[in-house]
Structures are given as structure tokens and as C-alpha cells.
């Protein structure tokens, strides 16, 4: 028996930073982590969603609502809490541009977590990442769909080599030294961030707002899905089992949008055996493809949830942690259980931020409205991300989901 786990996206927030920050100026974020490493060792493997870079901080620690720069010692960090690998491929890999994003997947190889979707230009980006555990191959695969640096040449390193895998084609909204441009970053470097978020506010472009991935779907086409088929071929031939990571979705958008659904349905025409995607910050929903399982979001693995470009109201501090189950029954590597457990981002008074398995924190509490008001969220998210459970839902480690017979 195989057990692969994943978890969401991997943040490092402006408020993280400054409350894992020490008096002589390194950081410490280990206990975002701290009550994450027994559920990690219970499997054989763990995959995150990584959302930041490390571009040292001449190029500007995280000051921005979704521009992300974080130490090295965060990495540090994410590798001892026991994730064996992350996805690179989403909006925030090339947020302090490719060299940014080269130095970031140098140190992942250094701190020895493994990693997919983004590529240093001397690696063979046409290939999934195949591991072996027990014997079997696993592949993965990850895509984005979005960057937030379009006028970066569609991800292209500075040799013409893509630097990053995408879903869609990206389109260069200005250039770095256009006028537009300079104005902006001129505006950004003078107006505080506080002022600027209620600006956009009112003009109805903050960062809290609930957006709608229904566009673009022809950009999936041409050699971006020449490419992808290409890569899933490779990968059933070589590996025992092939995982999807694609980065995808309305932001803030507890439903799936009509471009997610459309890729889940080319990934099925594929013949993937599991599509785990990211990106939207709250928790959406899973469910099989016949014998694919197509989970849409699992959320934010941790966010403060009172941060000003998170909307609490809708449980973005909550997260799944998916478990896959793989066994060999003379058929070849099948899904041979599924179990997820709910997380839940809890800060403390002093900003410090830590993950809990919502089962810890309810075992905590003495208090019965607070009891109830844990167990009555926990259900929502339990029934969000698998929509046939009903009833009264009881807080426990882990839930299993139902396999479709064949």
C-alpha cells in the first residue's frame, strides 16, 4: 500500500514575515509547520503547492498582497516539516521574474524537496517528475494557468526555454518600460498599501473579490496541448500511475468555473488517474470521472484569515489535506482509497501562525459554543469538498471517501 498526501498553497504572507521575523533580523517559520509533522510522516510522500519565490531581499521581501518573496529560511522550513515535494507552476512563480524563480528551484534542490511545473534552463522541460515509492513509478505533472508577470514573454527564460509549464497562453498586458508601467510602480512605491486597497475597493478591483474562471478556453490549444498530451503519453508510459497539479480556478470561488471544468474533462479524455488542483483559496469540490478523481481546490495549507486580501466569511483559513491510497492488484497500480482531513490557519496573539488537523484544535477547546462553532465550520468544509456527505458531520482525523465500482 502507497499513501501520497497533499496539501494547498503554501503562503508566506507580509504578516508571516513580520511575526516570524527575530530581533537580529533572521526568520524563524517553523511553527507554521510544528503540528504538521506526524500527519506528514503517515505517509509515504507529501506534495504542497509552493506560492512563493526566494529572490533574496535586495529584490524586496513580500510587501504586497499578491506578490510573493519570501527568506530561504522558509524553505528550510517547508523541508523539515516533512513535504517531499512542491509544485511550481502557478501566479507566483515569476513574481520576482525568472532569475527569481532559477535561484527559488536551485534552493529547493539544495534543501531536497522535489519539485515539477518550473524549470532551471538546463532541464528537460518537456518531462514529468517520476519518483518511486514501493517499487512503483509515480509521475506528476504540473501547469498553471495564470502568471502575474505577463509581460515576461509567456514565462520564457532568457534564452527562449519555457521557465514555466502553462494552461493558457499568456498575454502581455505592458511593458516593463512603458510609461503605464513606470506610473504604476511610481504609485505603488508612494501610496500606502492600506490606501491602495481601499481605493481599488471602491472602484471595485480589490484584492477581496470573487472571481470567475470561464474565459480563455481556447488558449488551451495549439502546442500548449500538444505539449501537455505529449507529456501525459510519456508519463503512462513510463510510470505505474500519473498526478495532475494544475494551477486553475476563480479566485475566492467556492465553484469550479467553466475552464477548470473543461480541463478536468481533457485530463480525463487522457486517461490521468488523479488531478489535484490549486489556486482559487478556498476549498472547492471533488468527484470522479469514472475511475479519475478530480479534486478542484483544496484551499489554503495556510493563510491568515483575517488578512485584508482574504474574505473570512468564507472559511479561506480552513484546508484539506487529501490522502490517495495506491495498491498493486495484479491489474496494474490502482486508487485503492481515498481519505482527506480538515486544516484549519490559527494565529496567535503575537501574529505567530500554525497549522492544525481541526481534530487537535476541537480535542483543545472547553468551551461548547466554541466546540460547536469548530464542529459546525468543519462540516461545511467536509461537505464542500465531498458533496455526498450529509448529515451530521462528526469532527474526526480522517474522512474516506467512496470509490465508484467499476
Excluded at 41 to 69: H, I, M, Q, W
Excluded at 131 to 149: D, M, P, Q, V, Y
Excluded at 249 to 278: I, L
Aim: charged share 25%.
Amino acid at each position: 500500500m502507497i499513501k501520497i498526501s497533499f496539501v494547498g498553497d503554501i503562503l508566506c504572507q507580509r504578516w508571516l514575515l513580520k511575526a516570524s521575523k527575530k530581533k537580529n533580523g533572521s526568520f524563524d517559520f517553523t511553527p507554521v509547520f510544528q503540528n504538521m509533522k506526524d500527519i506528514f510522516a503517515a505517509s509515504d510522500y507529501v506534495v504542497g503547492n509552493l506560492e512563493t519565490v526566494c529572490a533574496t531581499g535586495k529584490n524586496r521581501y513580500t510587501n504586497e498582497f499578491y506578490s510573493y518573496n519570501s527568506p530561504d529560511s522558509f524553505l528550510d522550513a517547508v523541508a523539515g516539516s516533512g513535504i517531499d515535494m512542491v509544485t511550481c507552476a502557478n501566479n507566483h512563480c515569476l513574481d520576482r521574474g525568472c532569475d527569481g524563480l532559477y535561484r527559488t528551484l536551485s534552493l529547493l534542490d539544495t534543501a531536497g524537496i522535489q519539485r515539477t511545473g518550473a524549470y532551471l534552463p538546463t532541464e528537460d522541460w518537456k518531462e514529468p517528475l517520476i519518483i518511486e515509492l514501493h517499487g512503483k513509478k509515480i509521475a506528476f505533472i504540473s501547469a498553471t494557468s495564470s502568471t502575474n508577470r505577463p509581460v515576461l514573454q509567456c514565462g520564457l527564460g532568457p534564452d527562449g526555454r519555457p521557465a514555466v509549464k502553462l494552461l493558457q497562453y499568456q498575454h502581455p498586458v505592458r511593458s516593463e518600460k512603458s510609461l503605464s508601467r513606470k506610473c504604476y510602480d511610481w504609485a505603488k512605491a508612494k501610496v500606502p498599501l492600506e490606501w491602495r486597497v481601499f481605493i481599488n475597493g471602491i472602484l471595485g478591483r480589490g484584492a477581496r473579490r470573487v472571481t470567475v474562471d470561464n474565459v480563455g478556453m481556447d488558449d488551451f490549444s495549439g502546442k500548449l496541448r500538444e505539449d501537455m498530451e505529449r507529456e501525459i503519453k510519456r508519463a503512462r508510459d513510463v510510470a505505474d500511475y500519473v498526478i495532475v497539479c494544475p494551477h486553475m480556478g476563480g479566485q475566492f470561488n467556492s465553484e469550479p468555473g467553466a475552464f477548470s471544468k473543461y480541463m478536468m474533462e481533457f485530463f480525463q479524455t487522457q486517461e490521468v488517474d488523479c488531478v489535484v488542483a490549486n489556486h482559487t483559496h478556498i476549498v472547492q469540490r471533488s468527484e470522479w470521472k469514472e475511475e479519475m478523481l478530480a479534486c478542484y481546490c483544496l484551499g489554503n495549507f495556510n493563510v491568515y484569515p483575517s488578512a485584508s486580501d482574504m474574505i473570512a466569511e468564507i472559511l479561506t483559513e480552513y484546508s484539506i489535506m487529501l490522502h490517495l491510497y495506491l495498491d498493486d492488484r495484479g491489474s496494474g497500480l490502482t486508487t485503492s482509497g481515498v481519505g482527506f482531513s480538515v486544516l484549519k490557519s490559527v494565529a496567535d496573539d503575537k501574529g505567530l501562525l500554525t497549522v492544525y488537523p481541526v481534530t487537535d484544535l476541537y480535542n483543545k477547546l472547553a468551551v461548547k459554543n466554541e466546540r460547536q462553532k469548530l464542529r459546525d465550520e468543519n462540516s461545511i468544509i467536509v461537505k464542500r469538498f465531498c458533496e455526498t456527505m450529509s448529515g451530521d458531520i462528526d469532527v474526526i482525523p480522517e474522512y474516506r471517501m467512496e470509490i465508484p465500482q467499476k
